[in-house]
């Protein structure tokens, strides 16, 4: 039986495309193929190492996943106790998001800041739409003080008038890069400004099985610059899992950097006495919407661990 070592490539959740030595292999997954330890509705996701064996039948089929460096997931639906994976083995993550047509929560924005702090995954803000934000340039540096001042790196792009996109494209090569946002940002235009030679119909897969195609949307992975780029459906909501509430702070690096200072050694930066995080959201050295989302994430979230 032939068994060979490839990369997923595309997920669908009956199908997946595996890359092995510039070839697209079409492959099912093994039935009782699970994860150790991770409560997932998807046990293989997109950047995957995966082993794959050939049938009698010629069919592909993936019989085991290499382990994983770090991944991005999130919880799978409201109240849910089960997990979706949205990729693997990821260098850094871009979150696209827009002040305008549409306008991404802040709440939501840094739930996916959280998420990848905790799964160890560098991440870039792409304020994408720039060019629509030209009488609106007050907004534009208020975005650029709260999250630059949070630590992260923030670039502005427009895909149609090709505003940072060289830059973009140059953090992309020999990476493998995740690109994440709420439906409606310009995701797919981005990626087809940088290589216009790709051709993003996500969802139009054909399967042999059932007539017609899918309309469903799937996370992606191109091959862009010398890396490889995962283009993932745009999202709603970013519900978080497996972060503790004791802990949920050390993911916002503004206030870790701060925390050394409090009175308390356990304190919880919500209503304690001498707490140096709250004395900062005071002095405006700490954006209070960012604050906001922290106590957010600890009322809403807190429900979810009973």
Request: proline letters at 3%.
């Amino acid at each position: 039986m032939q068994r060979v070592e490839g990369l997923v490539m595309r997920a669908t959740g009956s199908w997946y495309e595996v890359l092995h030595e510039g070839e697209i292999l079409r492959c099912r997954m093994r039935g009782k193929l699970r994860l150790r330890g991770v409560r997932s509705t998807n046990p293989v996701v997109v950047g995957d190492t995966v082993h794959c064996e050939c049938g009698e039948d010629g069919e592909w089929v993936i019989v085991d996943i290499a382990p994983r460096h770090n991944y991005i997931i999130r919880r799978a639906s409201n109240l849910s106790k089960e997990s979706h994976i949205i990729a693997s083995n990821i260098d850094r993550a871009m979150l696209v998001v827009t002040l305008v047509e549409p306008i991404t929560a802040v709440e939501f924005i840094d739930r996916f800041l959280v998420t990848c702090e905790a799964y160890k995954v560098p991440v870039t803000i792409l304020l994408a739409k720039i060019d629509l934000l030209h009488d609106n340039p007050e907004a534009v540096a208020e975005f650029h003080r709260i999250y630059e001042g949070a630590g992260y790196e923030v670039i502005d792009i427009s895909a149609t008038q090709g505003i940072g996109i060289e830059r973009v494209k140059a953090m992309l090569s020999g990476k493998t890069t995740l690109l994440s946002g709420n439906s409606g940002v310009g995701k797919s235009t981005l990626i087809g400004a940088i290589d216009p030679t790709i051709d993003i119909r996500t969802g139009e897969i054909s399967d042999s099985f059932h007539k017609g195609k899918h309309t469903t949307t799937f996370s992606t992975m191109y091959r862009v610059a010398d890396g490889y780029i995962i283009d993932t459906p745009g999202v709603k909501g970013f519900g978080l899992i497996d972060i503790d509430e004791k802990e949920l702070w050390h993911y916002f690096p503004e206030m870790i950097s701060r925390a050394g200072e409090c009175k308390f050694f356990n304190c919880t930066h919500t209503h304690e006495p001498h707490c140096a995080v709250i004395e900062a959201v005071k002095r405006e050295e700490i954006a209070f919407s960012r604050y906001e989302s922290y106590l957010k994430i600890l009322d809403e979230d807190d429900k979810y661990r009973k």
